[in-house]
């Protein structure tokens, strides 16, 4: 019997084509370290060799802008002498394979991206996705990457103000762990991923490597996931978030003093990401001696070194007279700290070992000379029949015990059980926290506040990713206007299948289609992102699932900015928006009550969307409540308001199909009566708050009942 | 009247900490927890956080840092000695106060709006309020679960609703002398009716009177 | 009976808390500790009186919740 | 050397962590766990070679920081 050995560039997850471009790259067979260093960054992880040639049809400028996708992280001019740093990340694969600190390190790695900016981090936000929780494993990875998120996340001393949850069959093998982290930062603190001039030094700070994690996110994330996910588990990373907040802490104050001249976070692909990146940034060179390098483990080669994604480390690029300073700030906040290189003019990235070099290599070809896909797209051929079915309700529907399964829906119930293990508040920044459509944090001295909103469907998507990527964009955008902030830059991490399948191309290019079109009629750029593909297990790709995260800007603040638990006896309820369509594709009623997936999602209307988001940012400076209508359309959001506000509601509506309609740019205000006067095209009045139940049409529901179905959704089920 | 909040590796709340001093018209001033003098200062604030990364147990790295030596003259002294959430734990690890603080009865992690009840107000962080008074400030702990098996601690706030199994439902605990309080909720994050409830400002009152000499 | 199960962290997996607390020793004038890892231990009472039956279900509760087979290694043994 | 410290929590104190996973191990049919504890233990490579000057520095170090006497009792074995 032969045994035939797969050569080291495949096991490394190389097609020979590759390979053959790195041999044409360097004229040579390239050396061991040199090997491994391509493999991981051409991974699809980290070279977008998939998804780049369609990522530049999203609109990416804006007079605010002042940094673009490219760098670590977004940024934008909130005005005052003030920039706000945003960036969003994915751990999907880790998380299956570590619950808790698959999700902890994703905290930590989107942290160092928006702290690389010279930003002090404010604000994180989760969207997690699970199989459904009756089963045991569901519940174990759904509790392990909550755990995982607030162990992480508190620890590290940055709070966690909002997020997401969801939970469908297409998940189960297969969670979707996003992490997004906001930034602020004085104008003057701005530095970018570059090396600098020749001369400058390269230090590394923070952690030791060790052989955790090698290859671990490049490989972990760019292949398909089946029962072999097993043997990969010696590159579980674990987190530290005590050595990460003595980073961030040393970080800003290399920052404040003016001592650093470019910063690279080592995420995926470690040092030779961090040493080739802001090499190529700025078109120099750079000797790196991995003999420097602080170890956590005795006997590492090179490719081993080179590889490692070995937790909270950052490259510091800094001038050599300041070098001493470098170190002595690192000494105070007792982080480890190592001058590993020198930049160098030219463009080659030479890399000793115990005295030999290792690699000598055009630093720049590991990131621009990656190879690039125009994978094959194909619209999957059952989408006409899928489209063609209408979900229809049935006649004989007992309204009242539909909403309360609605409300008893752990994606649609209270997030309590997830947000109340994670610290929410600290830096008293926080107006308006997690439950509530988006997020408002302060910006202490102005009269600012920053506004996010995330929000993914991967049903929508399913059914008409370009509809489906478009919606997600203007609830975003309402989401925010409902605190009275303006949609002003998109994050989106785009999250699907295996991108050798034509059908999932297909679905990945419509996304981007239907999230450009969005951000370009509302004028929001997108500064930044991330890809996850290959969420597949045993052949079956995720829905697709682009989530995205929407900053805006609320100036001023409003005074009371309007909360969903404001509602009193007497007040009157409106509907502003355009009246919706009895559509119930893609909508929680739709997957709840008939438990199918098919028709079309209402196409989403920019010329209104505009008219309704201008409208209620104005509102949101006047009325106590406002909500928009999403998962469970107004029957949830009524009944929302109602729980939170604990008080009764009569709406002379009674059309389950209206009530349940997820129809787009839409939004409950409560207010007494009077008090405002929207416009009437736009707006229409639905009842009235009052009494100790819900009445729809005919159907009553006791508020006492809904809150407790309502409550329990998550807990009663993770303690079951 | 100067107070030192002191940080030690790993503390996130000091900042927060300053700025509610500062907003009552106090001065408060972030030290080092490697330094060695707080001879200019009236009182100290063991922030919250966490110190060396709660790692072997909250507060039990921490307890020896330089700096402690001296909470220990300033406790000795009869200075105000406030430890909250972290430094609570960390003030029970040095002994300035009884029991000892373990995982929450729920082994989560608890972040909310919680509501106490004054219990007594012969400390150092109560002396404005009256005995009964209760107040409404955010919880925010895996570790807040007081136990005592001496029983010998002055219970100074009380939990309304028991979150986390805390002896005696206290969320609030001060040595004999009532100038040492450790305090499991945050008042820092209570000052602010746009932050949800600014009663912590009672508290942190009580606090900044107790700096001026008796 | 009672079952002691000891939980170790393995090998090749970071232990941040066990080089926290190394340093920490250091500082209080230990610097001849040279490693620090922290590891579980769980006594069980459990009724019955077959040891073997014991001792697989034992192992059994490790695999399932006890310990976390990415990170960690168990041993069972059954104190009678 | 390879020392290994046992640090038991005091029987009169709650053990919300045991208390938590013996739920959970009836909740998987685990009915005849009776009782479960969580310990830690603690291993040092101490660098030397005098036996019982090791044993007595760890022990300094149990009583210093290791241990929290109002919550634990622990034990010191010297492995060589
Ligand atoms: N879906 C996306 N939309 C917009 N920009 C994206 C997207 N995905 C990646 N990018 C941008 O491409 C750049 C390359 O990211 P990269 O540095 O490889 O990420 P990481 O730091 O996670 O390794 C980033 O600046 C990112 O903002
Ligand atoms: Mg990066």
Redesign the pocket.
């Given at each position: 019997m032969t045994q035939t050995v797969e050569p080291t560039h495949r096991q490394l997850g190389m097609t020979d084509s590759e390979f053959d471009s790195v041999v044409r790259i360097l004229g040579r067979e390239p050396r061991p370290a040199e090997l491994a260093m391509y493999s991981v960054m051409w991974s699809e992880h980290c070279s977008y060799k998939s998804s780049r040639r369609h990522l530049g049809r999203f609109p990416t400028e804006a007079p605010w802008v002042v940094v673009g996708p490219g760098e670590?992280a977004g940024v934008v001019d909130i005005g005052d002498g003030w920039l706000a740093a945003l960036r969003i990340e994915s751990h999907n694969h880790p998380s299956y394979v570590e619950p808790h600190q698959g999700a902890a390190t994703g905290v930590g790695g989107i942290l160092r991206?928006v702290f690389?900016m010279g930003a002090r981090p404010i604000g994180l936000w989760d969207q997690i996705r699970f199989g459904p929780l009756d089963e045991p494993k569901n519940r174990y990875l759904f509790g392990g990457v909550v755990s995982g998120i607030a162990d992480y996340g508190n620890a590290v001393g940055v709070p966690t103000v909002g997020g997401e949850i969801g939970f469908d069959p297409c998940y189960s093998g297969n969670p979707l762990v996003n992490v997004m982290c906001l930034g602020i930062l004085k104008r003057d603190q701005l530095v970018l991923g570059t090396a600098g001039t020749p001369g400058t030094v390269a230090v590394l700070l923070g952690n030791s490597t060790g052989r955790d994690g090698i290859g671990g996110a490049s490989v972990l994330a760019s292949a398909s996931f089946d029962n072999e996910s097993r043997e990969k588990r010696p590159s579980v990373q674990v987190g530290d978030p005590f050595e990460e907040k003595k980073l961030i802490e040393a970080c800003l104050e290399l920052y404040t003093k003016g001592l650093v001249v470019g910063v690279q976070?080592l995420?995926a692909a470690g040092l030779s990401c961090a040493t080739s990146e802001p090499a190529g940034r700025a078109g120099v060179g750079m000797e790196v001696d991995l003999d420097a390098v602080h170890v956590r483990e005795p006997e590492m080669t090179a490719p081993e070194l080179l590889m490692s994604e070995s937790q909270e480390r950052m490259m510091a690029f800094v001038d050599a007279a300041n070098v001493e300073q470098v170190l002595e700030v690192a000494d105070k906040w007792e982080i480890d700290s190592a001058v590993i290189g020198v930049v160098r003019a030219g463009d080659t990235l030479t890399i000793r070992h115990k005295g030999e070099v290792v690699a000598e290599i055009p630093a720049a070809s590991l990131a621009d000379d990656a190879p690039l896909y125009d994978r094959p797209r194909a619209r999957p051929s059952e989408l006409d029949d899928v489209w063609a079915t209408e979900p229809r309700l049935p006649d004989d529907l007992d309204l009242a015990d539909a909403v309360l399964r609605l409300l008893d829906d752990p994606a649609i119930g209270s997030s309590a059980w997830v947000h109340e293990q994670y610290d929410h508040m600290l830096f008293l920044n926080t107006i308006v926290g997690p439950g509530a459509d988006g997020s408002l944090l302060r910006v202490k001295g102005t009269n600012k506040g920053l506004a996010v909103s995330t929000d993914g469907n991967g049903r929508l998507c399913q059914l008409d990713p370009r509809r489906g990527g478009a919606r997600l964009v203007f609830e975003a955008a309402l989401n925010v206007a409902v605190i009275g902030a303006e949609p002003m830059a998109l994050v989106d991490n785009l999250n699907f299948g295996n991108p050798e399948k034509p059908e999932v191309m297909w679905q990945f290019v419509e996304s981007v289609a239907g999230i450009s079109e969005a951000c370009e009629s509302l004028g929001v750029p997108v500064v930044g992102g991330n890809v996850s593909f290959y969420n597949e297990t045993e052949g079956v790709d995720i829905y697709p699932t682009p989530v995205v995260g929407l900053l805006g800007l609320a100036d001023p603040v409003p005074n009371e900015p309007p909360r969903i638990d404001r509602a009193e006896e007497g007040m009157e309820i409106w509907e502003i928006g355009p009246e919706p369509t009895a559509s119930l594709a893609g909508s929680s009623a739709e997957r709840i009550v008939l438990g199918t997936l098919t028709g079309r999602p209402t196409a989403p209307d920019p010329e209104v969307a505009r008219q309704v988001i201008g409208l209620v940012r104005e509102l949101a400076h006047t009325v106590p409540v406002l909500h928009d209508v999403s998962d469970g359309g107004l029957a949830v959001a009524i009944a929302e308001i109602c729980i939170a506000s604990e008080v009764g509601a009569t709406i002379e509506l009674g059309d389950p199909s209206l009530l349940f309609s997820e129809d787009p740019h839409r939004v409950v205000a409560v207010f007494e009566h009077g008090a405002v006067e929207p416009p009437g095209d736009i707006a229409r009045r639905i009842g009235t708050v009052g009494g100790v139940a819900l009445t729809l049409g005919d159907a009553t529901i006791d508020i006492a009942t809904a809150t407790d179905a309502y409550r329990e959704a998550i807990p009663r089920r993770m303690t079951s | 009247m100067r107070t030192a909040v002191v940080q030690f590796p790993g503390t996130n709340c000091e900042h927060d900490v300053v700025e509610a001093v500062t907003a009552l018209g106090g001065s408060a001033e972030l030290v080092w927890h490697r330094d060695t003098d707080l001879s200019d200062f009236d009182g100290a604030i063991l922030p919250g956080g966490f110190a060396h990364g709660d790692y072997l147990r909250t507060g039990a790295i921490a307890r020896f840092s330089p700096v402690m030596t001296e909470v220990f003259r300033l406790a000795d002294s009869g200075a105000p000695v406030l430890g909250i959430c972290n430094g609570f734990q960390i003030l029970c690890e040095a002994g300035l106060l009884p029991g000892a603080l373990i995982a929450n009865r729920d082994l989560a992690f608890i972040c909310r709006l919680v509501e106490v009840e004054v219990a007594d107000t012969d400390t150092v962080l109560t002396r404005t309020a009256t005995v009964g008074q209760r107040i409404r400030i955010p919880l925010n702990s895996y570790e807040g679960n007081w136990v005592d098996p001496t029983r010998r601690g002055r219970v100074v706030l009380r939990y309304v609703d028991d979150p986390n199994g805390s002896q005696q439902q206290a969320a609030a605990v001060a040595n004999d002398r009532g100038n040492v309080v450790g305090v499991m909720p945050h008042p820092e994050r209570a000052i602010h009716d746009f932050l949800g409830s600014s009663d912590g400002n009672l508290l942190l009152e009580g606090f900044l009177h107790s700096l001026a000499p008796a | 009976m009672r079952v002691r199960i000891e939980i170790t962290r393995r090998p090749e997996i970071a232990d941040p808390q066990g080089t926290t607390i190394r340093r920490a020793l250091a500082d209080l004038g230990h610097e001849q500790v040279e490693r620090v890892r922290v590891d579980r231990v769980i006594h069980l009472d459990i009724a019955g009186d077959d040891r073997s039956a014991i001792e697989s279900q034992a192992n059994e509760m490790c695999r399932q919740v006890l310990a976390n087979p990415v990170l960690e290694d168990f041993s069972v043994e059954v104190l009678g």
């Open positions: 670590n991206d690389t976070d995420g | - | -």
